[in-house]
Antibody, heavy 115, light 110 residues
Framework: EVQLVQSGEEVKKPGESLKISCKGSGYSFNNYWIGWVRQMPGKGLEWMGIIYPGDSDTRNSPSFQGQVTISADKSISTAYLQWRSLKASDTATYYC??????????WGQGTLVTV | QSVLTQPPSASGTPGQRVTISCSGS????????VNWYQQLPGTAPKFLIYGNNQRPSGVPDRFSGSKSGTSASLAISGLQSEDEADYYC???????????FGGGTKLTVL
């Protein structure tokens, strides 16, 4: 089955670090861009950035530049989103999604992060 | 404030046709294809329309997209109760060098 499976819900304190994951299966993970999207409680979707797992080429949204780090480990078909020091305003659900035809055709189930 | 502008809400009765608008600028909708997503309550977004008017496999033909200039629209015909969801437009923005989303439109089926 073609899917993206994200790591589970996290509850953290301000100032703590965090790394959440997104594992792809059922397709050639390394050959598709993976994007990260934030959805704050009761709010809309915000694009954070994308990564090409094959060579870790990364593009970050100016809105999130310096706030998070996007990375990938192609050997285990997994992309990551990382914070060094969480803030209460980072409380949100974070989605990873596969890019195809200029849009995002396959989504993970989301990871709820509560700070 | 979202870069792409959508009405916050829309509604219709079963069987009706509804449209949702999405307004942008020359750096996004005016020069890049528009995608649409459907988000049912408590679930991840679903790819609904890509390239302005193309439907991914499995999306019913009741859903259609169009674009003119710096605006785009999503039309849903034969409205059904299961269409009640949030709908988002999105496009690449050449000035911001990233994807921009609309603020979302909550569709209510009366």
């Amino acid at each position: 089955e073609v899917q993206l499976v994200q790591s589970g819900e996290e509850v953290k304190k301000p100032g703590e670090s965090l790394k959440i994951s997104c594992k792809g299966s059922g397709y050639s993970f390394n050959n598709y861009w993976i994007g990260w999207v934030r959805q704050m409680p009761g709010k809309g979707l915000e694009w954070m950035g994308i990564i090409y797992p094959g060579d870790s080429d990364t593009r970050n949204s100016p809105s999130f530049q310096g706030q998070v780090t996007i990375s990938a480990d192609k050997s285990i078909s997994t992309a990551y989103l990382q914070w060094r020091s969480l803030k209460a305003s980072d409380t949100a659900t974070y989605y990873c999604a596969r890019q195809l035809n200029g849009g995002y055709d396959l989504w993970g189930q989301g990871t709820l992060v509560t700070v | 404030q979202s870069v792409l502008t959508q009405p916050p809400s829309a509604s219709g009765t079963p069987g009706q046709r509804v449209t949702i608008s999405c307004s942008g600028s020359s750096s996004n909708i005016g020069s890049e294809p528009v995608n649409w997503y459907q988000q049912l309550p408590g679930t991840a977004p679903k790819f609904l329309i890509y390239g302005n008017n193309q439907r991914p496999s499995g999306v019913p033909d009741r859903f259609s997209g169009s674009k003119s200039g710096t605006s785009a629209s999503l039309a849903i015909s034969g409205l059904q109760s299961e269409d009640e969801a949030d709908y988002y437009c999105a496009a690449w923005d050449d000035s911001l060098n990233g994807v921009v989303f609309g603020g979302g439109t909550k569709l209510t089926v009366l």
